[in-house]
């Protein structure tokens, strides 16, 4: 075979290798498209046989046989339906949804916050979806139910006025409620033969979570944006406080001010420090321990900043204590005489409670049944933190005789009190432009 053969052999081996694979790719994408149709098609037949009753055994073993003696054919296939985890199909079937705002109670010792997104657990919001899920209650996942929060409070810190809005399974019908994405929303006034999302989610809820009530709300409605104002209160012993000079002083927040030297700095995300604080007050709770008064700080305003309200009352307790004077919070509202923030530790998070959190128009249902459950769950868990008090209170009767002991005491157990040293003559702090900062908190900058 002469050398220019070869070549036309070779050039007619690479034509019909290419025109194999052209027809290669033609039958591979005939196949798709009639497995798909296939697929479609038997997807179909399924969901009609799951709807009708029949091949709810072929496709999940044992759920038929299991609900077969619930009693009757409707409660049979209702039951059997319900039974599939994870299964759209109840939703399918006969659930329609709506759009709802819930008014959420917690005590936050044991929680990393409330949000999800530190990737620390256990988290408030955790909790709620893990209740969501459990009472087949959402619809989609969370992005889908429209998902939204008030506020975020932190590692340690309570709430008895939280409020979040989601989708959640609704017992109107679908053209009773007329819930479509649009923006048409149930009338508030229909809530009759609605499920009781109180008693509903509170029976599977960890019992320092409690939902307080639930309102229907249109789609437009955001528990963040659409909130008009957001209260705190923070608890403390009077001790030897000066009062009136801490009111004195926490009436100088009352407007709009700068609060940059009130807050955690957060650079990376918030570049207004401008909040208006509409109220503030401190008076007592009438609670007392060994003749000490209980006292709380009520302070409220339309948003806060980071850790705003805990570095104010820092600085009111070192006014309290006379550490500072009332003048201090002119100085530190007043960002050209000082620019960046003074070192100081923030009061501690515990006694840190969101009040309430208000809007227009929104009014929280809470059936009579489901309120009674609700104040004697609430009542048993304070009866059961006064019987801790109580025997911690023992424990310090019990060791009130070494506290006397002199020997003890000339011996150095008692610490020397640190020298304090003035606000505005410390070193200020760095401004914050820390990574994890800007990922923990960038969905919700300066709002809490």
Same mark, same amino acid.
């Given at each position: ?9 070779? &050039?007619? !081996? ?17 196949? /798709? ?40 054919d409707?409660?049979?296939k ?45 988290t ?19 992005? /889908? ?8 409070t ?7 006025g ?16 007329n ?14 033969? $609605?499920?009781?999302y109180?008693? &509903? ?35 403390f ?45 401190i ?12 006292? $709380? ?9 980071w ?24 100085? !530190? ?15 501690? $998070? ?16 809470c ?6 459950a ?42 020397? &009190? /640190? ?11 760095? &401004? ?17």
């Amino acid at each position: 075979m002469s050398k220019l053969d070869g070549e036309d052999e070779v &050039v007619s !081996l690479r034509s019909q290798l290419h025109s194999l694979q052209i027809r290669l790719k033609e039958l591979e994408a005939e196949n /798709a498209k009639m497995s798909s149709q296939l697929s479609k098609s038997c997807c179909h037949n399924k969901t009609e046989d799951m709807l009708n009753g029949s091949g709810v055994e072929r496709l999940h073993p044992g759920v038929a046989s299991h609900s077969k003696n619930i009693g009757g054919d409707k409660d049979r296939k209702k039951k059997a339906i319900e039974r599939i985890p994870g299964s759209n199909l109840e939703i399918m079937a006969h659930h329609s949804k709506r759009y709802v705002a819930l008014k959420v109670m917690y005590f936050g010792q044991r929680f990393y916050g409330f949000a999800s997104e530190a990737q620390m657990d256990p988290t408030v919001e955790s909790e709620l979806f893990k209740a969501f899920e459990k009472t087949r209650l959402l619809v989609g996942d969370k992005k /889908a139910s429209l998902y939204s929060r008030c506020g975020r409070t932190d590692k340690g810190v309570s709430s008895v006025g939280q409020v979040v809005a989601l989708f959640l399974r609704s017992n109107l019908k679908e053209a009773d409620a007329n819930n479509k994405m649009s923006g048409e929303s149930i009338p508030e006034t229909r809530t009759e033969g $609605e499920i009781d999302y109180v008693r &509903v989610l509170n029976r599977v809820l960890p019992n320092d979570i409690r939902i307080l009530g639930w309102s229907p709300v249109s789609v437009d409605f955001s528990a963040r944006f659409s909130c008009l104002a957001r209260e705190y209160k923070y608890f403390f012993w009077r001790g030897n406080l000066n009062l009136p000079a801490m009111e004195n002083a926490g009436k100088k927040f009352i407007g709009e001010h700068d609060f940059r030297n009130f807050c955690k700095m957060d650079a990376a995300n918030v570049h207004n420090y401008r909040r208006r604080v509409t109220m503030f007050e401190i008076c007592s709770s009438n609670m007392r321990f060994e003749g000490n008064e209980l006292c $709380e700080i009520r302070v409220k305003g339309s948003a806060f900043l980071w850790h705003q309200v805990r570095c104010m009352v820092a600085v009111l307790f070192m006014i309290g204590q006379g550490l500072e004077s009332v003048d201090v919070i002119d100085a !530190l509202l007043d960002t050209q005489k000082t620019p960046r923030k003074p070192q100081y530790a923030m009061a501690p $998070e515990i006694p840190l409670v969101l009040q309430s959190c208000e809007f227009e128009d929104v009014k929280f249902i809470c059936s009579s049944d489901s309120g009674q459950a609700l104040r004697i769950h609430l009542d048993n868990e304070c009866r059961a933190y006064q019987l801790q008090s109580a025997i911690y209170r023992e424990a310090v009767r019990s060791c009130l005789p070494l506290a006397n002991d002199q020997n003890l005491l000339n011996k150095g157990t008692i610490k020397k &009190v /640190a020298s304090h040293v003035p606000l505005l003559s410390r070193p200020t702090e760095q &401004v914050s432009l820390n990574a994890s900062n800007t990922a923990k908190r960038k969905d919700c900058p300066g709002i809490f």
